[in-house]
């Protein structure tokens, strides 16, 4: 009898879902299961995900993705991707210390000005490749020790999300460097932990787990993981990556002169490097570097840290009832430019070239005239603005020029997004036709891992998806540079004194 085609698992815990998807070595989906990321938020500007729950979710996914298959067995590889600047904090016998502090929680403010004054911004960019930010690993790591000293004594390992499900997977803790980049201690020019650094603001670097490259093998799935999640005990478990990164792997952005538009919750616009950058100034303006999943490339990217989180917050306030599709056909009705209304997507913080944690959004144009299908669309041209602009300055940095534009992720479904996006980048978008990129990208780590694909490029070459092409309106594209230059750009420069002024006022309000 011919023996099955090996099936490969890539699953993809993120901000909003988690899902598990089952890929034949080509890339085509076999069965897919996807459940809400289960997170909390205890109060504005907080928000915390506890490990247990992230495990059973997971573990969820899993079981409901394999048992759509004739025959599990024929499972041979799984890795994981995931949302960055999360980890889990564990004691020596992987009992959690504390819960996790999601990626986009504020808390962290007081920690990184601290690192500001102590070490400097400057000097953690040349180490890091990282502008300074409250998001990073680092800072909440020294929340942890300040605030919770006593989780913070009894924690032995730090794991990202994606090490944490492998670790529950195999039982071995490691960490890929694309992960590993968002802690604000990696070494990003010698791939080692920056042990000085970590001295120096009092963090032990053993707490980190051991460094592997994307797609290495840690070990089997263990038995009690297998009863969990229906993957056999004989299902090889890698290491995996940075949820953004592995998506670009599975879109086939790792040389320069391409760039990825990953669009979710959040979206990143992403470069790939052949070697970091060492201007600070690119720190200082907010972009982040790290190690590409790809074999010996870097990445630089910036995007924004609320694309589709701002179509979410715009559907909840209008009122939760309404359908997207409904909110779309309306924006159709309404011109370019939105009857002068225009969005500032900057709703948690401010993004790349600003790097301003206490910016707020906004939306100024308002009139009577404008109706709720002007407001969204608006909302939909901001973010197309806002790309353009985090991309603009990227470009100059990277001193590279587009030669291909690719984009991946929900954002994608939004025919309308992707029209107004084209036409004010003035590029054409090609969208990848993988609904599951990032899964993709992990499925292809879990596969090497296996032994499925002789290595990461022979991998990628094996992939057989569709593509679409997004043009540019050509009689749109003057208009929207006018107001790109004239109305957009000056909005944040306009608007910062006061958003930093509510931020103290708020501030001083708190009892």
């Known amino acids: 009898m011919a023996r099955a085609a090996p099936l490969l698992v890539g699953v993809d815990v993120g901000t909003t879902n988690i899902k598990a998807i089952v890929f034949d070595p080509t890339g085509q989906t076999v069965a897919r299961a996807s459940v809400p990321t289960p ?8 928000a915390y995900y506890r490990p247990e729950e992230l495990w059973q979710s997971t573990a969820l996914a899993l079981r409901q993705a394999t048992g759509q298959l004739d025959d599990a067995g024929c499972v041979t590889g799984i890795a994981v991707a995931s949302m960055a600047e999360t980890a889990i904090p564990l004691d020596a016998g992987g009992r959690p210390t504390y819960d996790a502090i999601a990626w986009f929680d504020r808390r962290t403010q007081p920690q990184t000005e601290w690192l500001d004054q102590t070490i ?15 998001i990073f690993g680092l800072c909440k790591l020294l929340w942890l020790k ?9 924690t032995a390992h730090w794991l990202n999300v994606a090490d944490y499900i492998a670790y529950r997977l195999s039982g071995v803790p490691a960490t890929d460097y694309s992960l590993a980049s968002r802690i604000l201690a990696l070494d990003l020019r010698e791939l080692q932990w920056d042990e000085d650094l970590l001295r120096e603001v009092g963090v032990p670097a053993d707490l980190f787990a051991r460094l592997k490259s994307s797609g290495t093998p840690l070990g089997p799935v263990r038995p009690a993981a297998s009863e969990m999640t229906g993957l056999p005990t004989g299902t090889q478990v890698a290491v995996g990556g940075h949820d953004h990164v592995c998506g670009a792997l599975a879109a086939g952005v790792t040389e320069p002169g391409t760039m990825l538009n990953s669009m979710g919750t959040a979206e990143a616009i992403f470069l790939p490097l052949e070697r970091p950058l060492t201007d600070p100034e690119v ?26 989180a701002s179509v979410d917050w715009f559907r909840d306030v209008m009122g939760s009832e309404l359908g997207y599709d409904t909110l779309v056909a309306e924006a159709e009705e309404a011109p370019p430019g939105s009857l002068g209304a225009f969005f500032l997507p900057h709703l948690r913080l401010a993004n790349p070239p600003y790097d301003d944690p ?9 009139s009577t005239d404008i109706k709720r299908g002007a407001l969204f669309r608006s909302l939909l041209e901001g973010l197309a603005f806002e790309s353009r602009n985090s991309l603009e300055s990227l470009l100059s940095h990277a001193g590279v ?16 997004l992707m029209r107004i996006k084209a036409t004010v980048l003035n590029y054409t978008i090609t969208v990848a036709g993988v609904e599951e990129a990032t899964a993709l990208g ?34 749109q594209v003057a208009a929207y540079g006018a107001y790109f230059r004239e109305v957009y750009q000056p909005l944040y420069p306009t608007l910062r004194s006061l958003h930093h002024t509510i931020h103290r006022l708020q501030n001083e309000a708190q009892p």
């Open 146 to 154: 300040e605030n919770e000293p006593d989780a913070f004594r009894r």
């Open 358 to 366: 206490k910016a707020r959004g906004a939306f100024i144009g308002l």
């Open 39 to 46: 997170t909390h938020y205890p109060r504005p500007a907080r």
């Open 120 to 134: 400097g911004r400057d000097r953690l960019f040349a180490i890091s490749g990282l502008g300074l930010h409250p």
């Open 401 to 416: 020029s587009l030669r291909n534009v690719y984009a991946i992720g929900g954002g994608t479904r939004n025919e309308l």
């Open 442 to 475: 992990a499925a292809i780590l879990g596969g090497v891992g296996a032994g499925v694909y002789d290595d990461i490029p022979f991998a990628v070459n094996q992939l057989r998806y569709t593509q679409a092409d997004i043009e540019p309106a050509a009689d």
């Open 283 to 308: 720190g200082r303006q907010g972009y982040t570097q790290g190690v590409h999943v790809f074999p010996g490339h870097y990445y630089v990217f910036g995007g924004l840290y609320t694309s589709g």
